[in-house]
């Protein structure tokens, strides 16, 4: 069984370089789980992606800083 569905894991996806990986990857229709630590810009990358256009995009607020 294969799976043709593509799937972009992104960080620091809402600036720089992350954010334009996102932007080609979505008009690619590929789903896209977003990274970034600044909640309200990932949540404003994600909602213009509904399901209907092929793909699905998921938004997660955490940061990647190793911190002890």
Do not use: H
């Not at 809402?14 to 690619?28: N, P, W």
């Not at 990358?45 to 800083?65: H, Y």
Request: charge should be positive.
């Amino acid at each position: 069984m294969t799976n043709k569905r593509k799937i972009a894991l992104i960080t620091g996806a809402s600036d720089g370089l992350g954010k334009a990986l996102a932007t080609v990857f979505a008009q690619d229709k590929v789903s896209l789980i977003s990274v970034d630590r600044r909640k309200q810009y990932l949540y404003e990358l994600t909602i213009p992606s509904p399901k209907s256009s092929g793909f699905q995009a998921t938004a997660l607020e955490f940061s990647l800083d190793k911190k002890t």
